[in-house]
């Protein structure tokens, strides 16, 4: 009978043990599911330290998307970061002399096309002048970087060598011509006839002194008139033979308060001299040629205003210096200066009343 008390008893102890181990382990399952999927209950764990320190994504995860909008929109709520300073950078601005002195173009860009022609019949035997100065030229006249623009600069200098400042006149050449000398012909007179200065008909045909034309000669005359365009930013100015581009010289001009007018002019009637007596405006003393601080070198062209604020004024003049550290700067009382032997050629290019000299910023 005991025996039979002691075994039921131990039947439920047993029943209730087993109960308190399976609510334990449905209690301790629980906690793990817990865990596993609300670990921020528990504080920052493992999981929490791998979200912070993890690299960031990449840019938009959008294909349509572009670069560029993805960046600025992460800065334009920034107040320190205001929405004009994120632009590109402009490759512009990179210094010409620093690029490699030849045509960096777009294939299928106008200008590109142009220069890449005008290069190709250079390169032909026999060269083809006219046609590659005509096509360097109309690329000069498009819109064009400053890259391009200073390697067909050069190229139509070294062109001008071949077709204008020799006797040679290549055939179909509309800015030159041939002429035959009649009886009683004077170069100053022919030179009139064909708008230029029979100084430059001297120059290309070897003709020390003008008396010397013979009737039945036939000599090389070129069809003008030249003009000159100068660019007060850069102190340069450019040659052109009607429309077509000749060739670039440095220059001084006015310094500050006394600065060169823009607008247009023309050479003075009797306005081209050489070595004149000059009195300084400011300062009233008179210079002569044979001064040793004589200030107007080789060669002085008056000048006219006819438009712009050039319009009216007078005084001014293109001139040669015997300072050429002077180029390239702003320290004249307005007047255009020259190397002395660039001022006697473009002395020998422009004719009065017919040839004008703008002046641009």
């Known amino acids: 009978m005991a025996r039979h008390l002691f075994g039921s008893q131990g039947r439920k102890k047993g029943q209730i043990t087993n109960r308190v181990y399976t609510i334990l382990a449905l209690l301790i399952v629980t906690l793990v599911i817990v865990f596993i999927f ?26 349509n998307t572009p670069l560029l909008s993805v960046m600025t929109a992460e800065t334009e709520e920034e107040p320190t970061l205001p929405e004009q300073e994120v632009t590109l950078p402009d490759v512009a601005e990179d210094p010409v002399d620093e690029m490699p002195f030849e045509p960096v173009v777009e294939p299928d860009s106008d200008v590109g096309r142009l220069i890449a022609e005008a290069t190709e019949l250079l390169n032909e035997r026999p060269m083809r002048v006219l046609e590659a100065r005509d096509k360097f030229n109309e690329a ?17 200098s070294e062109l001008a060598d071949k077709w204008l400042l020799n006797r040679t006149v290549l055939p179909g050449d509309e800015l030159c011509d041939n ?15 064909h708008k230029v200065p029979y100084e430059i008909l001297m120059q290309i045909n070897n003709i020390r002194q003008a008396e010397n034309l013979q009737a039945g000669q036939t000599i090389k005359v070129v069809n003008g008139p030249f ?9 340069t100015m450019d040659l052109y033979l009607q429309n077509t581009f000749v060739q670039s010289f440095p220059v001084g001009l006015g ?6 007018p823009t607008g247009i002019w023309r050479v003075k009637p009797g306005g081209k001299l050489e070595k004149p007596i000059w009195t ?14 004589y200030p107007l070198g080789s060669r002085w062209i008056a000048l006219e205003g006819l438009t712009g604020a050039a319009k009216g004024r007078d005084g001014f003049a293109i001139h040669g210096t015997h300072e050429p550290e002077q180029l390239g700067t702003a320290g004249s009382q307005g007047c255009i200066r020259m190397e002395n032997g660039e001022a006697i050629l473009v002395y020998n290019l422009l004719v009065p009343v017919f040839s004008t000299v703008e002046v641009a910023d």
Do not use: C, W
């Open 38 to 63: 609300s670990p921020g209950l528990f504080g920052p764990g493992d999981n929490d330290d791998q979200i912070v320190e993890s690299e960031p994504e990449p840019f938009a995860t959008d294909v």
């Open 227 to 235: 003009h000159a365009r100068v660019y007060r930013s850069t102190f």
């Open 280 to 293: 300084d405006p400011i300062t009233g003393k008179t210079y002569h040629p044979e001064d040793q601080d």
């Open 255 to 260: 310094k500050p308060g006394m600065e060169t």
């Open 179 to 193: 002429y035959r000398v009649e009886p009683g012909d004077q170069l100053r007179i022919i030179g009139e006839q």
């Open 140 to 156: 000069l006249r498009m819109r064009i970087s400053a890259q391009q623009r200073a390697f067909v600069k050069n190229q139509l």
